[in-house]
Every structure is written in structure tokens, then in C-alpha cells.
């Protein structure tokens, strides 16, 4: 007897229908156990991609068909992510802007439409996940036609489509933030994303290290399981994808010269170009050192190949690391690079946002204090209490004592050249109205510049974290335009030294006042580095400065009166790495000596530098500082500031003690 034509319309596999295992719906059982049975396809990533992947107008610079062949170093990395080879943990510090993210994007492609799995995606913080669901997943299922029939819309009812999971046939991805333990640990993962590891906190919600908590949950698919981890790198030291980079084998990408086919990975000391010239940037090969035109990138590009320059401690770990020196035509440009560098230079924050940002490299804190007798052999003469005549604003740093208040006067020129201009205690303390006053008097006085002139304070920060109600009150008495409040907080990973002003309460004749002082935030370490590294530098003799020699942008100038004690403090820390309770490395200031207070009023008086504008004022408002007070402008491409003016040697160091006589 023929089986029912109902039974027959469901045979798709000969030999296999219901009436043959015995009961309904038997095949539709049997065909999908064996799909879990198929291997996994051999389709690699980068070909998934140049046939399926399409890039949104919205999501993307260069809309349309994904090509692997317009970022030829992303093909290996991409295929090591295939199902079909056996590396387990591919780890890629690199630059910014050099199609990482996009290559993360197609292995998550890749996954839902050729490998289905439980995958993981990880970003910084869960808002930046949802943020990334919405500017990047959502357009890349949109616009690919395989992707859109495998996850349903949001709008469905039970499609299992929401911001931060997207469940498919067979697996489902999960995104979350590394601030969230709860995100981390929520499901098991065969593949794991782990993005911009370096931004990640110490520890999510208390619980550890959020890379170990993530990589935990694909421990159980063994040698099937992939992790991507992706950042641009921070802090040497402290770095995560350095870390991983290091303990890889460390690939660089090799292209060849156009002249000499002499194979090599691009270094930023082998670009080259005329000074204050950033237009003539070409590469010089370093086997003929012929220079290498912009347009040879993209053939170079094509013929290059990945090398592993070191052994890994892990066999199944790969390393790569790329700068933007490799960035194709179009993109980031050598002449930018070349640009932004000497854009750069003078400053720590965008010394360190070149390094790594464009060269995909750490940055490295020097934190080892000056010795400060050498200091003492480098100071310099000129007229006591006069502002030396390249000085262009004034700033103060206040550290509130016990029993007094300390100023340090700070004069300061182009590319952040700066003088001691004028150290005071006022004594008293915070609790005497005397002190303040002479504090408020500091505000009015001015002091004789070498030009003739005249000058005040441009800002005056002043520490908070001792008597913070007082300082706030005297703050708002004498007006924030001229002061600023300011509280200093350790750690090099904010992406601003200074941050502010916010609105906080404050205590003023015994009555709170909500939002009635403003509070600026200091990241003391990153200035503290920067002073230590100014005070290293190299300078030209005394002779050659006579002779007309620039001092590198940054020096500090010390008079002769600065006695040793002043010397010993502001010499009085040192950086050094320290191990948390959960093991993590951790970079910590820690004093030599009890008294510190000038280099806490160098920061502060630095900060207000910052507050100033002066890191980011153009050469029209240096210049307008320049015709103010009839100084020439230097020349050389650094237009830095010159030497002070030098006088007869003070034969006794000075320190001036002010009482509760001064000004009067």
C-alpha cells in the first residue's frame, strides 16, 4: 500500500521518510540531527566576506561590496578566525582606523550565516555595546540578504532579536559591556569577541579580570573555540594587548621595496621628511634606503606577507600588530602621519595619542625622579621676582597645609617652556582669615616682566583635599574666573589630564550652598611624568645658548634661588609598578620623602595651564601674547621660546617666608 500523498510531499532525503522510522515528524527529527553532525564549512572568513558582505552608508566610509583586497593585512587575520584552522586565540594591537572592527564584524557574519554557534561580543562598557549593536550589527544583518532571513526583525513577535542578544538558527550573540560580571558570565560561547581590551576596568563589578571571566565561558568547546581580542594599546606595563602581544609570536606584516624587493615591516623612524615640511614625508627602504613614494603602498600592500618574529608561550595563540603607516591610499596618509607627529611634539597627552593611536605602540610613563643635584647644577640667574623675558602668562599652584599655604609661581612661553618665577609660604593655615587674605592679595599683584611690563596671574588652582569647605568658600569669594578648585586623582587611563569644571555643593558661613563651587579634576600622574620627563631633557650648554641654540619645547628653567629643600620636593616621587590583591599590575606614584609640596604645586600650577587653553591655543593667540608684550617671535620651525635673561649670580639661595605683614 503507497504511503498517503500528504507523507510523500514531506520526503526530501531518498530513503528517509516518517513511514519508515514509524511515527509523524520522525525525518524532520532525523534531517536535523544530522546537520548538527556536518563539519564545519571551508569557507574561510575573508571569502565569506568578498561574497556575502555588504558595508551600510551609515556604518561605513566606502559603502558597498566588502574587499579584503583594500586591506590585503586583513586576510590572515580574518581566516585564522575560520573554523578551519586550529589557532584558538588570535590577539591584534594595532593602530586605529585600520579595518579591525570591520574584520570583527565580518566573523560575526561569517558565524550566523556559515558556523552558527553561542557567540560573545565584548565592549568596554555595556552602553558602548548597544551603541555598537545599533551603529554596526544592525546595519550589517540589514544589508545582507543571507544575515536578514537568519535573524528576525525586533519587531517580530518572539524573533529573540533585542539591543544586546541576536539569536539565529543554531546560536545566538550576546553583546555586552566589561563593566557588567552579569554579561560576562551569562552564557557558554564558542566565539568570543573581545574589543578595545585596553579600555576595559580592572575588574567587572568586583568579580576580576573581565578577559578572564569572558574566556572562561568558551573553556568547554576545547579546541573548537576561537577568541579575537582586539585593542589599540595604552600604558606600557599596564597594557592588555601588549601583554598578549608579547606572549604571542609576534607577527609583522613584510611588504617589499618597490626598487630593491628587499622585504621589511614598516618602522616610523624610516619615514622621513623635511622639517616643518610634513608634504615631503616618503618612506626610505632599509635595504637601499631609496625614498618609497605614498602611491608604491598599494602594490607593496598586495605583495606583502605576515612573519612571525618570535615564539609564542601558547602554540595555539597568534600575535599581529599593524600601524597606520600601513593605512591603504585614501586613508590616513604618510603626510598626515608626518603632520600629526610634529602637531605632537611638546605635549605628553598627544605624544601619547600618536604612539598609540597611529603607531599601534604603548606608551611608556618614565616616573624615575631627576636627581636633584643635578638640578641644582642646571639652575639658572635672573632678577628676582622679574618674569624672564620669553615668558608669556603666569600661573600659580596652591597646597593647602595645616598651618600654611604654599605658592609656586610658574611663567610660561611657547611649547610649554616654563620658569620658577616666585615661591611663597603664607603662613597661618586655612583656619586663619589672614592667611587668605594674603592668598587674595597674591591675585592682585603683579610682577615686572622683562620687557617692562607688567603681569598677573593668568589662573590659580588651588588643591582642595585638605579643609575642602574653606577653599571652597574662599573660592567663590574672590570668583572663580582667576581660581580654580581642583582635586587631583590618580591613574593614567582618562582621556583628559584635566576635566571640569563640575558643579559641586559647598559649606560657606555654616550654610550649604547646592552647585556653589565649581571643581576641576587633575590627573596628577600624567602631570607628574610630564614634569619629570621636562626636567631629564637634554638642553643645549650655556655657551650654545648664548650663541642663539633653542631649548627643546617643555624645558624647565630653575633660578638659583631654589634651595636644595625645594629641589628635594619637587624630586620626591617616583613611578613604580605595583601588583593588586587580584595580581593586576598597577602603576603608582610613591614618595621618596615625606614633603612633596613643589611638585604638588608645579601639577596644580600646570593644570591651570591646561585650564588656560594653553595646550590648545593656536599660533594666533601666541602671537597675539607675543605683540601684548613686545616680545619678537622666535624663529625656527619650533617657534619655541627663548632663554631667560641672565644677570649677575644671587651669591645665597632664596626663599621668601610671607607674614601677615605682606602687601601692606
Known amino acids: ?24 515528524g520522525s525525518a524532520a527529527l532525523i534531517r536535523a540531527w544530522l546537520r548538527g553532525l556536518r563539519p564545519d564549512p571551508d569557507l574561510t572568513v575573508s571569502s565569506w566576506a568578498d561574497r556575502h558582505r555588504k558595508l551600510a552608508s551609515r556604518a561605513s566610509a566606502e559603502p558597498g561590496q566588502y574587499r579584503t583586497a583594500r586591506t590585503p593585512y586583513m586576510r590572515e587575520i580574518m581566516d585564522r578566525l575560520s573554523p578551519g584552522d586550529p589557532t584558538q586565540r588570535i590577539v591584534f594591537m594595532k593602530a586605529a582606523q585600520v579595518g579591525a572592527t570591520e574584520a570583527g564584524n565580518n566573523w560575526i557574519g561569517f558565524v550566523i550565516h556559515q558556523a552558527p554557534g553561542p557567540m560573545l561580543a565584548v565592549q568596554p562598557t555595556v552602553e558602548l555595546a548597544k ?16 544575515l536578514r532571513e537568519r535573524v528576525k526583525p525586533a519587531r517580530s513577535r518572539d524573533a529573540g532579536n533585542t539591543m544586546l542578544s541576536k539569536e539565529f538558527a543554531g546560536g545566538i550573540l550576546i553583546m555586552t559591556g566589561a563593566n557588567s560580571a552579569v554579561g560576562l558570565r551569562s552564557t557558554p560561547a564558542r566565539y568570543i569577541f573581545l574589543d578595545e581590551v585596553d579600555a576595559y576596568p580592572a575588574s567587572a563589578d568586583e568579580e576580576g579580570d573581565p578577559v578572564t571571566l569572558a574566556e572562561a565561558r568558551s573553556l568547554t568547546f576545547a579546541h573548537r573555540r576561537k577568541v579575537f581580542l582586539v585593542s589599540t594599546p595604552t600604558i606600557r606595563g599596564l597594557s592588555r594587548i601588549e601583554r598578549e602581544f608579547e ?31 610634513p608634504e615631503t614625508a616618503e618612506y626610505h627602504c632599509e635595504g637601499c634606503d631609496m625614498p618609497i613614494a605614498e602611491h608604491h603602498k598599494t602594490r607593496m600592500l598586495e605583495r606583502g606577507e605576515w612573519r612571525a618574529t618570535a615564539t609564542a608561550t601558547d602554540p595555539t595563540t597568534v600575535g599581529y600588530h599593524l600601524s597606520a603607516l600601513y593605512s591603504p591610499v585614501g586613508w590616513l596618509s604618510w603626510q598626515r602621519i608626518a603632520r600629526a607627529h610634529e602637531a605632537a611634539r611638546g605635549s605628553d597627552e598627544a605624544m601619547r595619542a600618536f604612539r598609540n593611536t597611529i603607531l599601534g605602540e604603548t606608551w611608556m610613563e618614565t616616573g624615575e625622579a631627576p636627581d636633584w643635584q643635578r638640578l641644582a647644577d642646571r639652575r639658572e640667574s635672573w632678577v628676582s621676582g622679574t618674569v624672564p623675558e620669553r615668558s608669556l602668562f603666569l600661573t600659580a599652584g596652591a597646597d593647602v597645609q595645616k598651618d600654611r599655604i604654599e605658592v609656586d609661581v610658574w611663567a610660561w612661553g611657547r611649547g610649554l617652556e616654563s620658569w620658577l618665577v616666585d615661591h611663597l609660604v603664607l603662613e597661618g593655615g586655612p583656619g586663619d582669615p589672614a592667611c587668605w587674605q594674603q592668598l587674595t592679595d597674591l591675585l592682585g599683584r603683579t610682577w615686572a616682566h622683562g620687557s617692562g611690563q607688567r603681569m598677573t596671574l593668568a589662573r590659580l588652582a588651588i588643591d582642595t583635599g585638605y579643609e575642602t569647605s574653606a577653599v571652597y568658600a574662599w573660592s567663590r569669594q574672590v570668583g572663580f574666573a582667576q581660581v580654580a578648585p581642583v582635586k587631583g586623582v590618580e591613574g593614567f587611563a582618562r582621556t583628559s589630564p584635566v576635566t571640569g569644571p563640575t558643579y559641586v555643593d559647598a559649606t560657606v558661613a555654616g550654610k550649604r550652598l547646592r552647585r556653589g563651587a565649581r571643581l576641576w579634576t587633575v590627573a596628577t600622574s600624567t602631570f607628574k611624568a610630564e614634569t619629570y620627563r621636562f626636567l631629564r631633557q637634554d638642553r643645549p650648554t650655556r655657551e650654545e645658548q648664548a650663541a642663539g641654540a633653542l631649548c627643546p619645547p617643555g624645558t624647565i628653567h630653575l633660578p638659583d634661588w631654589a634651595d636644595g629643600e625645594w629641589l628635594k620636593q619637587l624630586t620626591a616621587e617616583q613611578l613604580v609598578t605595583v601588583r593588586t590583591k587580584r595580581g593586576f599590575a598597577r602603576l603608582e606614584w610613591q614618595k621618596l620623602r615625606e614633603r612633596n609640596e613643589a611638585l604638588d604645586t608645579r601639577v596644580y600650577a600646570r593644570a591651570a595651564a591646561w585650564i588656560a587653553g594653553a595646550d590648545r591655543w593656536p599660533e594666533a593667540r601666541w602671537a597675539d601674547l607675543e605683540a601684548q608684550l613686545g616680545v619678537a617671535k622666535q624663529d625656527g620651525p619650533e617657534a619655541g621660546p627663548g632663554t631667560p635673561v641672565h644677570v649677575e649670580r644671587r651669591t645665597s639661595p632664596r626663599r621668601r617666608t610671607v607674614r601677615s605683614s605682606y602687601m601692606r
Do not use: Y
Open 1 to 24: 500500500m503507497s504511503a498517503p500523498s500528504s507523507t510523500a510531499s514531506r520526503r526530501s532525503d531518498p530513503g528517509l521518510d516518517d513511514d519508515l522510522v514509524g511515527f509523524d
Open 247 to 277: 606572549a604571542s609570536d609576534q607577527r609583522r606584516f613584510f611588504v617589499p621595496c618597490p626598487h630593491c624587493d628587499a622585504m621589511q615591516w614598516l618602522k616610523f623612524d624610516r619615514l622621513r621628511w623635511e622639517k616643518g615640511r
Open 131 to 146: 551603541r555598537n549593536s545599533r551603529q554596526r550589527i544592525d546595519p550589517l544583518i540589514d544589508e545582507s540578504p543571507e
